[in-house]
């Protein structure tokens, strides 16, 4: 009996540490577009500092500090932005990709080990069920969560982790999601540098047009899914 209470406090006492971990990524989201943090992620110095470590360290280090970046709340587009701007095109493309998918496990890997166990034992049946069902069609809801980002990317990954959504899938859905985003930035990149380093209404205007491309692709994306699938079966 001592045993079985013993364990159930190790349970709360990890919810509670993977509930603070929830809330400190999510000041830190907030503080680096709303504090003095803000100032650290000027598009030119990050530019030139993922420059600086890719020369110097190799494209593995680039990879490693966009992964720590965006396992830290910092905004995935604009790291996208980033490495587009730092290494080119595809090399960026590349970066972003795999650094998106190291950060992916690293919060997952948080999620898991401090909430999956508790939840599954404390959180009670219902939560578990829609986890469960949750679970079943994992990739299609991270597809849909990436394309239209509802919450700071490492938060989502975190909380995936602690649910029964698998690692596969976030990546697999991680992949797939940020593919249009990433392709229209690379199209519109100088005039969203433009944009984020001389804010003017004309800069805004041509904003609107990757925007406008991404939302036509969702709306593409969510009607597809919604066709009715047709048996091949007699």
Do not use: K
Request: aromatic share 6%; with cysteine; glycine share 8%.
């Amino acid at each position: 009996m001592p045993q079985s209470a013993d364990s159930g406090r190790r349970l709360r006492l990890r919810l509670l540490w993977l509930a603070l971990s929830l809330v400190a990524l999510m000041g830190l989201a907030l503080a680096w577009s709303w504090s003095p943090l803000r100032a650290w992620l000027d598009i030119d110095v990050v530019v030139a500092a993922l420059q600086r470590m890719g020369r110097t360290l190799g494209p593995l280090a680039a990879v490693g500090g966009f992964a720590l970046a965006v396992s830290l709340a910092v905004p995935l587009t604009f790291l996208t932005l980033v490495a587009l701007a730092a290494l080119g095109p595809w090399a960026g493309l590349a970066c972003s990709m795999a650094g998106a998918l190291v950060g992916v496990c690293i919060s997952y890997g948080m999620g898991y080990m401090l909430g999956r166990e508790a939840l599954e034992r404390l959180a009670g049946e219902r939560v578990n069920l829609l986890s469960r069902r949750l679970s079943q069609r994992g990739v299609l809801a991270i597809i849909a969560v990436r394309m239209v980002p509802i919450a700071p990317f490492a938060i989502v990954n975190m909380i995936t982790g602690a649910s029964h959504i698998r690692l596969r899938d976030v990546l697999l859905g991680t992949a797939i999601g940020m593919t249009p985003a990433t392709l229209v930035m690379m199209v519109f990149m100088n005039q969203l540098l433009d944009t984020l380093r001389q804010p003017s209404s004309q800069s805004f205007f041509l904003l609107l047009i990757p925007v406008f491309l991404i939302l036509a692709g969702l709306w593409g994306v969510r009607r597809w899914l919604r066709q009715p699938r047709v048996s091949t079966g007699e």
